[in-house]
């Protein structure tokens, strides 16, 4: 079951199944030209993962706008007059692993730097406890928050306030929460067996919660 609990595609389509969960996954396709091609039609801004790995490791941002196409990929950006040209560098720095496509969601920053949540639960005899709500900042210049990339951690309502000063921290994390236990709910009916998750969440400037990503093996 842990290779099956790896992929991040089974793990997305467990929760798109519940319409509670579903409202909150960004659009997710599998990675191939065409379907990178419009998905960035349709959002200007995607992200491209490896469907198994963590870490942020992988992770390229890509976006277009005034008909010119570029890629993050770590500190280092690359700018094309073409689809076609974009398409090719970037399966050349791709890691060699099967990937899908992410509808890119426009965090809330402070300072610029991104932000997003990991709330990690865990199984105990008296039912699902919650272990951690914390905030992850970005380090200064890219687009993945991992600790490991050099993100820094921030308490859970200091990293709310901080980046949506204008919405009430405390009624985001309880609906953070809300979610987290109606998702643990379905990965526990869709995985049997599974004892701790981490959720990522991200947040955009309307406050509206996004599943980035859900870990069965949570740092």
Sequence with gaps: ??????????????????????????????FNARNLQ??????????IKPI??????????????????????????????????MYRSLMRVKAKRRYL?????????????PVDYRVKVVKTERGWVFR??????ARPGLCVTNISKGGTMLSGRRALQMSLPHISSRHK????????????????????????????YGLDYSGKIWILEVNTRPQ
């Design 132 to 137: 951690a709500v914390v905030g992850r900042l």
């Design 173 to 200: 994390r309880r609906e953070m929460r809300a979610l987290t236990l109606t998702c643990t709910r379905i990965m526990e009916v869709q995985f049997p067996g599974v004892g701790q998750l981490g959720f990522d």
């Design 52 to 85: 198994v790995g963590g870490g942020g490791y992988g992770v390229i941002r890509v976006s277009t706008s005034g008909g010119s196409y570029r890629y993050t990929h770590m500190k280092v950006t690359r700018s094309f007059t073409n689809y076609g040209q």
């Design 1 to 30: 079951m842990s290779r099956q609990l790896a992929s991040k595609w089974l793990k997305t389509a467990a929760l798109l199944k519940y319409p509670v969960a579903a409202v909150h996954i960004p659009q997710t396709m599998a």
């Design 101 to 113: 496509i992410q509808q890119g969601i426009h965090l809330a920053t402070i300072q610029g730097r």
């Design 38 to 47: 419009l998905m960035l039609g349709r959002y200007g801004m995607v992200y």
